[in-house]
C-alpha cells in the first residue's frame, strides 16, 4: 500500500498542477480520452509487470502490438477471416512468441534484454514484410469487433461522460492480475524467482517455467493491447505503429513501483503510472506555453524524478526498519 | 639461514566473530628467507591469522611488528605497502587483460596518461621470468592453467616489492606437476631473502618445503617444529588434538536395522568426475559427511538434490530412482535441501518470515493453485513457536534477523514439510551456540520422524555430537566410515587429511 502512496500522490500533483494551468483539462472529452489511452498503455504496463517481477525485461512489446495491430485488419479484410478466427490467432501467436522469447530466456539462458530485443525488431519486420508496409484499416465495417477499442459505455443519468470500453479489459485484467499474484502459488513463485532465482532453485520452485510464463503473459497481453489500440485507432501504418511502446509500459511499470531488479511491484501502482504518463503526455498538448516537441524531454524528466524520490524513499525505511532492529 | 631480526612478528594476536574465538594469543615471528607452514584442521584460525597480517582484517588484541615497528594496517593496500602480499586461495586476476597488465593493475606505467605498453611489458618480463614462467608478458590471463594464474600472481606480489608472501592454500586446486614447480619457487624466492608463509591442508607439501611449522587447533597455537623434529605422526596429533568423549550426546539414536531410504549409487559429481560415490542411509539415521574445505562434500548433496549436474550414477529414495537434474520433482519427493551459502541461496532476503518459511508447503497444500492464506498463516505461526524464532515477528523482513534466526527460517521451509531426506551442507555456520544447539535437537526430532538426514560439518567436533555415522570424503572420493561409537576426533581427521591409503602416495588431482 505505502509503495503506491507515493505514485498516486505524484499522480494528484501533476493533475492539479495540469487542471490550474490548462481550463481544457478536466473536461468530460478530455477525461475520456485520457482513460482510453491509461488503459491500453495500463495493460501493457501489467503485462512487463510480471517479466520485470522476474528480474527480466521485454523489449519487444511494440513489435507485438505492431504484429498483432497489423495482423487484425490485414486478416479481417485481405484474408476475409472471421473476427473470431482473426482474435483467436492473435492471442494464439502472442502466446506462442511469449513461450519462444521465454524459453530463450529461461532454457537458452540469453539475456532477456537481447531476446526481447532481437523480438523488437523481428515482429516489426514481420509486421511490414507481411502487409507489404500498407497501411491496413476495417475500411469502415467490424465496427463490433472494433466496439473493444473504440467502444463507450454511456452511464445512466449522465449525459456528456461515458466510460471507454477498453477501461472494462483493463479492470478484468488488473483483477485477474493481482488474484493471480497475491492468491496462487505460481504467483508467489514468481515473486520469489524475482526476488532470488538461487533461493527458488533450492526451493524446488520450477525456475525456467515460471520465467516462460511471465513472459507469455507479457507477450498475450501485448498483443491483445495491440488488437485494442488497431481497433481504437481505426487504421494503422506498419512502419511506425506501437513505436516505442515498450518503453511506456517499462516506464509505467517502473513508476508504479516495479524494481527492475526484480521482486517487487504492484498492479494498481502501473496504473497510476500509466495514467501519470498519459497525463503528461496531454499536458504538453494542452498548456500552450509548453512546446510539443518537448515531449519526450519533459516525459524522461518526470520519470526520472519519480523514480529517484522513490530510491530515496525506499533507502530512509530500509533505514529506519535496520536501526529500530538494533533496537529491540 | 635466518637473520637475527624477525621481519614479522605476531604478539598475542586475537579474533572474536559473533562471540566465538577465531583466534586467540597467537605469537609467531617470520623471519626473511624462511619457509613457515601454518597447519590445521577446518577452522583452525589459520585464514583468520593470514587475514590479520594481510591487512583484511583488523585483530581485536595483540599486536603486529613489521621489521620491529608496531603496525595496524587499515586496509589490504595498507599491508601490500609494507611490504606483505596475500596470494588468495581464489585467485584475483582480472581474466581480460594480459600478464603484463595484471602485474601493472593500478600503477600502470603511463606518459600523458597514455598506456605505456613497452615499459609495462618490460617491467612484467623481468618478473615472470623471477618465478620461472615461460610466457609472454603479452598473453591473455585467461589462456592459462590454474597453476600458471598462480605464479602469476607471485609475480604481481613481488613487483610489489612483497617481503612477505602470504600463500593461502595455493596448491588446492594445482597439478602435481604444478605443485612440484611451485614449492621449487617457493624454495627459490626464500633463498632471494623473503620470508614465507605456508597455508595449507596438505602434509606432504608441510614435510616437504617447510623450514618451520605451527598447528594451529581450536584458533590457539599448538605446537610449533623445525624442520627436523617434524614427523607426520607429530603433525596429525597436534592438528587433532585430544578427544572430548564426553560432550557426545546421549540422545544419538541406536536403531541400526531400520531400513534404507536414501541410496546412491555410482554418483559421479562435475567437481569430481571420476570418483564414484556409493552412499546409503537408512530411515532416521544421521549421517554426517566430514572431509576438508574443498573434498566434494557440497558437490555431494547438490549432484543429490539435483541443483547440480550430475556425471553419472543413481539416487534411489525408498527403492524409486529419483529423476537427476531436477530440484523440482526432488524438492516433490520429500528430499529438502539447506544450502551452505543461506543468505544467496537459502533465502529471499527482503521477504517476510512467512514468505519464506512458507514457500514449499503453500504449493503442498494450495487448492488448485491457490494459496490457503488461513492455512499458511496457522502453519508459519506453529513453526515460528516451535522453531523458537525469535523475535516471533511473522511479516519481519528477514534479513533483519541474527544468522540463528535466519537458519532456523530456511529450516522451517523444509521442516514444515516433513520430509523423507534432510540434506544440510554446514547447518550451524555462522550460528551462535545456543541456536546450534536448538538446530541440532531439530534435526534429531526430524530423524526420530522417519527422515535420513545427509549433513556436511567441518567441525569434527560438531559432527560427533549430531551424527549416527560418519563418512569421510576426501578429493571426491569416500575414504572411509565410521559408527559414531567408533569414531574419534582423531580418525576422522586422520581419514580426511591423508587418507586410508599408506598416506606417503599423493592421489592425482584434476588441474
Known sequence: MKKILGIAGIFLVIVIAVSILSPNFLTAYNIENLLRRTALFGILGIGVGFVILTAGIDLSIGGVVCLAGMLTPYLLTQMGWSPTETVATILLMSVSIGVMQGGLVAYGRIQSFLVTLCGLLIFRGLARGITMDQTQGFQGKFTELRWIGNGRISIPGVEAFSVPAPVLSLFAIAILSMIFLNCTVWGRWMKAVGRSPSAARYSGIPVARVQILAYTICSLLAGFGGLLFVCDVGSAQPSDFGNFYELYAIAAAVLGGYRLSGGEGSVVGVIIGAAVMQVLRNAIVLISWLPDTAEFAVIGLVILIGVLADEFLRRYAANRARTQAKGT | ??????????????????????????????????????????????????????????????????????????????????????????????????????????????????????????????????????????????????????????????????????????????????????????????????????????????????????????????????????????????????????????????????????????????????????????????????????????????????????????????????????????????????????????????????????????????????????????????????????????????????GGNQQKVVLAKWLSTEPSVLLLDEPSRGVDVGARAEIHALIRQAANRGASVLCSISDTEELLLLCDRVVVVREGRIEGEMNIADATEEAITRLAVVGSGDGTSQSEVAA
Open chain 2, 1 to 402: 639461514m635466518t637473520d637475527a631480526a624477525p621481519i614479522l612478528r605476531c604478539r598475542g594476536l586475537g579474533k572474536r566473530f559473533a562471540g566465538v574465538h577465531a583466534l586467540r594469543s597467537v605469537d609467531i615471528d617470520f623471519y626473511a628467507g624462511e619457509v613457515v607452514a601454518v597447519v590445521g584442521a577446518n577452522g583452525a584460525g589459520m585464514s583468520t591469522l593470514m587475514k590479520i597480517l594481510a591487512g583484511v582484517l583488523t585483530p581485536d588484541s595483540g599486536e603486529v611488528f613489521l621489521s620491529g615497528q608496531s603496525v595496524r594496517f587499515a586496509g589490504v593496500r595498507d599491508a601490500v605497502r609494507a611490504g606483505i602480499a596475500l596470494v588468495h586461495q581464489e585467485l584475483n586476476l582480472a581474466d581480460n587483460l594480459d600478464i603484463a597488465g595484471n602485474i601493472a593493475l593500478g600503477r600502470e606505467p603511463n606518459r600523458f596518461g597514455f598506456l605505456d605498453r613497452q615499459a609495462m611489458q618490460s617491467q612484467a618480463r623481468e618478473w615472470i621470468e623471477r618465478v620461472g614462467l615461460d610466457l609472454s608478458p603479452a598473453s591473455d590471463v585467461s589462456t592459462l592453467s590454474i597453476g600458471r594464474r598462480q605464479m602469476v600472481e607471485i609475480a604481481k606480489a613481488l613487483s610489489l616489492r612483497a617481503k612477505v608472501l602470504i600463500l593461502d592454500e595455493p596448491t588446492s586446486s594445482l597439478s602435481m606437476g604444478e605443485t612440484s614447480r611451485l614449492l621449487a619457487l617457493i624454495r627459490t624466492l626464500a633463498n632471494q631473502g623473503v620470508a614465507v608463509v605456508y597455508i595449507t591442508h596438505r602434509l606432504n607439501e608441510v614435510l616437504d618445503c617447510a623450514d618451520r611449522t605451527v598447528v594451529l587447533r581450536d584458533g590457539a597455537q599448538v605446537a610449533e617444529f623445525t624442520r627436523d623434529q617434524l614427523t607426520r605422526d607429530k603433525l596429525v596429533g597436534a592438528m587433532v588434538g585430544t578427544i572430548h568423549e564426553s560432550q557426545r550426546a546421549e540422545m544419538q539414536s541406536t536403531d541400526t536395522k531400520s531400513k534404507a531410504r536414501l541410496v546412491v549409487r555410482g554418483l559421479l559429481t562435475q567437481a569430481h568426475p571420476k570418483s564414484t560415490i556409493n552412499l546409503t542411509v537408512r530411515k532416521g539415521e544421521i549421517v554426517g559427511l566430514a572431509g576438508l574445505v574443498g573434498a566434494g562434500r557440497t558437490e555431494l548433496l547438490q549432484s543429490i538434490f539435483g541443483v547440480d549436474r550430475r556425471v553419472g550414477g543413481d539416487v534411489f529414495l525408498d527403492g524409486q530412482v529419483v529423476a537427476p537434474n531436477d530440484p523440482v520433482t526432488a524438492a516433490r519427493r520429500g528430499i529438502a535441501m539447506v544450502p551452505e551459502d543461506r543468505q544467496r541461496d537459502g533465502l529471499m532476503l527482503e521477504d517476510s518470515v512467512r514468505i519464506n518459511s512458507s514457500v514449499v508447503k503453500i504449493a503442498r497444500e494450495a487448492i488448485a493453485g491457490f494459496i490457503r492464506r488461513g492455512a499458511e498463516r496457522t502453519g508459519v505461526a506453529r513453526m515460528i513457536d516451535l522453531m523458537k524464532i525469535h523475535p516471533a515477528l511473522p511479516e519481519r523482513q528477514v534479513a533483519l534477523f541474527s
